[in-house]
């Protein structure tokens, strides 16, 4: 087979599994709602495999204010302990309310 020139993953692999392994990577694969490559593509450059998620532009946002409004809070905590050199309970209750919601609008979109 021929490989394109302008194709950015030129090397392909061959290797073999039991049938007990190919049946449980088919599911993986399947489970995840990615390919084969891409399941080994993740195995071999994160160390785990990962859900491809799409998110809208306007859920995108919406995390990336989320995220945002986190770091803005955690650096005025942090400049405010720099000076006072002391910290407030209400400050990581504050935190954990962001981050809760952020983490509420993440596994919205990923398990819907």
């Known amino acids: 087979m021929a490989v394109s ?3 950015n993953r030129n090397v392909g692999f061959h290797f073999f599994l039991s049938e007990q ?3 449980i990577f088919e599911q993986k694969c399947k489970q995840l709602g990615i390919s084969k ?13 990962v859900k491809k998620t799409m998110f809208s532009d306007e859920k995108a946002d919406r995390i990336i204010y989320e995220m945002n409004r986190i770091g803005n809070n955690i650096n005025q905590i942090a400049h405010f302990v720099n000076m006072e050199h002391t910290v407030a309970p209400d400050d990581f209750e504050r935190i954990r309310k962001l981050v809760d919601a952020l983490n509420e609008l993440l596994m919205d979109e990923v398990f819907g």
């Open 5 to 7: 020139k302008n194709r």
């Open 21 to 23: 392994e190919a049946e």
């Open 37 to 49: 490559s891409e399941f080994i593509r993740n195995c071999i450059l994160y160390g785990s495999t």
